[in-house]
Each structure stands twice: as structure tokens, then as C-alpha cells.
């Protein structure tokens, strides 16, 4: 159970969420202190007050620093938020980079030294992370031997981690899956995302759900939910004792690999073309609109390419509208796409723009 989702200006609806799952097996639940601003972990704590025999609870630490006092103050306020006096599986750090780990995390003093200390004392049970960077860094994060599990993202859009998760999972690493469901992109039936697997199938969330859970690799999948409906879903899906059939993952990668040649016809998402001097996020802007034009997924593209260039917005760079045409990036691009012109069908397609 993903805690990120919870309709946090209703207590009463979010620990009746939480505990129905418990309820139809659910035993994890993940939480933040950024979610909610602290009412996550706060809903956690109090959902499962007189069930916590019956739960492994997860929650994360916020670089906000690189001391072990800052760690633990984060680590002390979590558990007073939950009320609780161990967590299970640690996040030691809300997503890692490899420079985050080299420059701040593991250096002496900091919140490494933190970490082990609390797992010595019991207050934790598993050092882990959450991970937020590239597949080659997470194999040298792996390979560092600290860490006892990773939550990553991995869904039919992003496999990305694909080569990592089996990295992990060979040196002894539980490999927990975040947005299974693509972060709400795959709750959506569309047409494309039907095509992905044969027969009779309920949902979009089915086929994503699924997916996942035919990766030998992975542990664990979170999925944010906050709705009674959403939670009978994916009980229900996870409680299949069968896995993907063979002609069923075939048929899926076919499929898959016939979108990836569409998007890349595209973009490939290489970054030569950036920087770009007016600050637009070229491959990123591309990246929503592969998700209408192959996916079909126009409303969730849409919502997201308009959040570019926003204020307070997580992802850096602007809209593909803010192209000033200056051609700098046309000359770097290895595949010689016409990015002006793609730019511009971008905003066209996503910024509800006539011209």
C-alpha cells in the first residue's frame, strides 16, 4: 500500500483505506514525511495502532543535510508521527543519486554512521533506499554492499531499472516496485495499452499490474490508492497464483518493442540536444508526447507538459511552446530530427494551443 495517495483532508476515509487492505492481505504499507506534509505517516501510524504485528511499515529520510544528527532528528520525527518505536524497512535516503552517496551520505559524520547505529539499536530492521537516478548508478550503489533493499520505479512505460533490479536481487536484495501502475498512467484503457496483452483482460491496471509481477526479480509493488475500488483491484490482481504465460510475455514484448520503435522514431531521449539555450526540456517534453501519440495517454500527457516551467515544479526546464527556433539543437541531435518542428506539434498536441 503506497501512502503517497491518500485523501489526506479525510482521516476517517484514509485508515479505513489503509486498514481494508490489511484486511484483504495487504502487509506493507509505505509512507513518507513529504507525503501529506507529515498526515501520511500520521494515517499510517494511527491505522495500524492495534495491528502492527500484522504489518512491515516503510518510511524514508529526507537528505535535507549531510549530518548524523539532522538524520536522526528526520528519523525521530517519523517515528513520533507513527507512534511507533521500529520501522521495518528504512529508506535510509529518499531518493538516492550516486552523488548523494558520494558527497554527502557516506561521508564520516554523516547519515551512514546514523544508519547502522539505529539498525544496531533495533529501531530499524532493514537499511534500504529509494532510488532516483540512473540504472548504472544503482548498480554501483549495489555494489557498494551497505544496502538491504531499494524501492525503484519499474512499469510497463520505464524499464529502465530492468538490469539493476536483477543486480539487486543476485546480491541478496529485496526489490520493491513503485508505480507499478505508472503513476496513474496505466489505470487508463486505452486502446494502445489493451494491445499489450492477449485475452480477456479487466483493466489497464490488470495488464500493468501483472507485468510487474512476472519479473522474478521484484519483492514487492506499491500502488497509491485511495479509493475502496482501487484497493479490491489490486488485491485481486496480486492474489492470482498464476503468472504471465510464456505466449503472453511474448505477444507483450512484441508489442512493447514495436511502441519503442515508434518512440524513437521520435526521440530516444539521448540528451545530445541539451542544453538548451532557452532552457526547454527538449527530451522531456518529447517523453509526454510519446505518451499520446503511443500510448494514447493524452489527458495524463497534457496535465504534466503543462506543469513544465511551472513554479515550485520537480521537474527543471520549460514547455516545448517556449522555443525561441534558434536551431542549436537540430545541429547536436544524432538522428537528425526536426525538433523545431516537433517542439511546436508538441505544444500543439499538449498545450491546447490552435497554432
Excluded at 505517516?41 to 516503510?58: F, H, N, P, Q, T
Excluded at 529508506?91 to 547502522?116: D, M, P, R
Excluded at 524499464?159 to 536484495?173: D, F, L, P, R, V
Aim: charged share 25%; glycine share 10%; hydrophobic share 35%.
Amino acid at each position: 500500500f503506497g501512502a503517497m495517495r491518500l485523501p489526506f483532508d479525510d482521516e476517517k476515509t484514509s485508515i479505513e483505506l489503509l486498514r481494508r487492505g490489511v484486511e484483504l492481505g495487504i502487509n506493507y504499507i509505505d509512507t513518507a514525511p513529504g507525503y501529506g506534509d507529515g498526515q501520511s505517516e500520521i494515517l499510517v501510524g494511527k491505522a495500524v495502532a492495534d495491528i502492527r504485528d500484522k504489518v512491515y511499515l516503510s518510511t524514508k529520510n529526507p537528505l535535507n543535510d549531510n549530518t548524523a544528527e539532522g538524520w536522526w532528528s528526520r528519523l525521530n520525527q517519523s517515528l513520533e508521527r507513527m507512534n511507533v518505536d521500529r520501522i521495518d524497512f528504512y529508506q535510509v535516503v529518499h531518493g538516492i543519486n550516486w552523488k548523494a552517496w558520494e558527497e554527502n551520505f557516506s561521508k564520516t559524520g554523516g547519515g551512514l554512521e546514523a544508519a547502522y547505529k539505529a539498525k544496531e539499536q533495533g529501531i530499524i530492521g532493514h537499511i534500504c533506499i529509494s532510488f532516483h537516478d540512473t540504472c548504472e548508478n544503482l548498480i554501483r550503489l549495489i555494489d557498494t554492499g551497505v544496502f538491504e533493499g531499494v524501492t525503484l520505479q519499474y512499469n510497463l512505460l520505464d524499464q529502465s531499472n530492468e538490469k539493476g533490479m536483477a543486480h539487486a536481487a543476485a546480491a541478496g536484495m529485496g526489490v520493491v516496485v513503485m508505480g507499478p501502475v505508472g503513476g496513474g498512467r496505466l489505470g487508463t484503457p486505452t486502446e494502445q495499452i489493451l494491445k499489450l496483452l492477449p485475452g480477456e483482460v479487466r483493466s489497464s491496471a490488470e495488464i500493468a499490474l501483472r507485468f510487474v509481477f512476472s519479473n522474478p526479480n521484484v519483492t514487492c509493488a506499491i500502488s497509491g490508492m485511495n479509493t475502496m475500488e482501487m484497493i479490491e483491484e489490486n488485491v485481486r490482481i496480486a492474489s492470482r497464483t498464476e503468472s504471465l504465460t510464456a505466449e503472453e510475455l511474448d505477444h507483450m514484448a512484441a508489442m512493447l518493442e514495436e511502441n519503442k520503435r515508434l518512440k524513437e522514431l521520435y526521440c530516444t531521449g539521448c540528451n545530445y540536444c541539451m542544453p538548451c539555450p532557452n532552457g526547454v526540456n527538449i527530451p522531456e517534453n518529447f517523453k509526454y508526447m510519446n505518451y499520446h501519440r503511443v500510448y494514447g495517454l493524452t489527458e495524463y500527457a497534457s496535465r504534466y507538459y503543462q506543469k513544465l516551467g511551472t513554479e515550485g515544479w520537480w521537474v527543471p526546464g520549460k514547455q516545448a511552446g517556449d522555443c525561441i527556433e534558434c536551431g542549436e539543437c537540430e545541429t547536436k541531435c544524432p538522428q537528425k530530427i526536426p525538433i523545431i518542428k516537433q517542439l511546436k506539434e508538441t505544444h500543439k498536441a499538449l498545450g491546447g494551443c490552435d497554432s
